[in-house]
């Protein structure tokens, strides 16, 4: 029935935020808490699924009544009693969110948004970069003479945001999982300005 609902509130998402990313998300959650075994998984596991139908990115707006109908389809399948915690973790979890609530320090919190994480580094987190770059129609790159454009590209959010995640886990198992996929950011980006340069003047 969760499943259900996540797949009818995700209508409109790009591929990068679709179920594919929801399924990646609740197997990294689940991993992370096989190891660190600090999380009710039952929990772990709605609030994985759910994390992001009010994804602030699509509803805009609309985020409050997003959370009203999630708050709503939770005590229709009678989890009433986990409503609460449920919303404040998913309210906390993304990147974009620079005033947190509530308790930081809950455990479905800390597993859950090192999963969400993960899976925006490494080379899923890149396909997902360029695929919501050209979602948005952003430009793959912009050199230093054109900064003064005022288009993010899809190589600057590597800067902004995803070459950042790896000192930001919260748990251990986080860490460790976030320390090759950010070596292969690393070296993908390396790689793209060596091709870049060619194409300018021929040098490899």
């Known amino acids: 029935m969760t499943e259900n609902y996540v797949r009818q509130n995700m209508t409109g998402y790009d591929s990068g935020h679709d179920w594919w990313h929801i399924e990646r998300v609740r197997k990294l959650s689940l991993y992370i808490n096989s190891h660190e075994n600090i999380a009710d998984p039952y929990v772990l596991e709605i609030v994985a699924l759910l994390h992001d ?83 948005k129609n952003n430009p793959i790159f912009l050199p230093d003479d054109q900064s003064d454009i005022k288009v993010p590209s899809t190589i600057n959010h590597f800067y902004d945001k995803l070459l950042r995640l790896k000192d930001m886990m919260n748990t251990t198992t986080g860490r460790r999982i976030a320390e090759e996929r950010h070596l292969f950011l690393k070296v993908f980006l390396e790689q793209f300005y060596k091709e870049w340069e060619f194409g300018i003047n021929g040098k490899i």
């Not at 990115?57 to 985020?63: D, E, H, Q, R, Y």
């Not at 597993?111 to 050209?134: C, K, S």
């Open 53 to 135: 139908t009010v994804d602030s990115k699509f509803a805009g707006s609309n985020a409050a009544n997003g959370y009203k109908l999630m708050g709503e389809f939770l005590e229709r399948i009678g989890l009433a009693e986990i409503k609460i915690e449920v919303i404040a973790v998913i309210k906390n979890i993304s990147f974009s969110n620079r005033n947190p609530t509530g308790n930081l320090s809950d455990p479905i919190l800390l597993i859950v948004q090192d999963a969400d994480r993960l899976d925006a580094i490494g080379a899923i987190g890149i396909a997902r970069a360029f695929n919501y770059g050209g979602f």
